[in-house]
């Protein structure tokens, strides 16, 4: 549901495993066999092709995958510069990788902590620049996006 919902509003392109990806990028391989196997009784040239789509967007997923928990362990970093609040700012981090777009309300609630409190961390992780504002055009509401993440979906 989150996908769609970044789907939706252009932050992401497409989701990790989307072999739609591959046959939108070899349309032409993709019809051509599909009537090979209408026409022919080509099964195998479509099912190596497929998996051949599978291994490609399998083989991005991984890499994605590994780019994230990179960006994670340098989101740990800049948070251990935090001092006393390091511990809270963890739980934020947490936080933003189940709830990646997120305002200040939000954060309080799900934390269990303060407004002002919220709004101190959240303002301490933009100047850390792991987070940015990002306000959607339907919403008055001061939204957080954690970007970085999301520009490792964008390639």
Do not use: C, H
């Given at each position: 549901?989150?996908?769609?919902?970044?789907?939706?509003?252009?932050?992401?392109?497409?989701?990790?495993?989307?072999?739609?990806?591959?046959?939108?990028?070899?349309?032409?391989?993709?019809?051509?066999?599909?009537?090979?196997?209408?026409?022919?009784?080509?099964?195998?040239?479509?099912?190596?092709?497929?998996?051949?789509?599978?291994?490609?967007?399998?083989?991005k997923s991984?890499?994605?995958?590994?780019?994230?928990?990179?960006?994670?362990?340098?989101?740990?970093?800049?948070?251990?510069?935090?001092?006393?609040?390091?511990?809270?700012?963890?739980?934020?981090?947490?936080?933003?990788?189940?709830?990646?777009?997120?305002?200040?309300?939000?954060?309080?609630?799900?934390?269990?902590?303060v407004f002002?409190?919220?709004?101190?961390?959240?303002?301490?992780?933009?100047?850390?620049?792991?987070?940015?504002?990002?306000?959607?055009?339907?919403?008055?509401?001061?939204?957080?996006?954690?970007?970085?993440?999301?520009?490792?979906?964008?390639?």
């Amino acid at each position: 549901l989150i996908t769609l919902e970044l789907l939706y509003y252009g932050i992401l392109n497409k989701p990790i495993l989307y072999i739609s990806d591959f046959l939108e990028k070899n349309k032409n391989d993709y019809f051509n066999i599909l009537d090979d196997v209408r026409n022919n009784n080509d099964i195998d040239r479509w099912l190596i092709f497929f998996l051949k789509g599978i291994i490609e967007t399998a083989n991005k997923s991984k890499n994605t995958f590994e780019k994230v928990i990179e960006l994670r362990m340098q989101y740990e970093n800049k948070i251990r510069t935090l001092g006393r609040r390091a511990q809270l700012g963890q739980k934020l981090l947490i936080l933003l990788f189940s709830y990646p777009i997120i305002d200040t309300g939000s954060v309080a609630a799900k934390l269990n902590i303060v407004f002002n409190t919220a709004k101190s961390l959240l303002n301490e992780f933009e100047k850390l620049k792991i987070i940015k504002v990002f306000s959607f055009q339907k919403t008055k509401k001061k939204q957080f996006i954690l970007w970085d993440y999301f520009n490792l979906y964008k390639t």
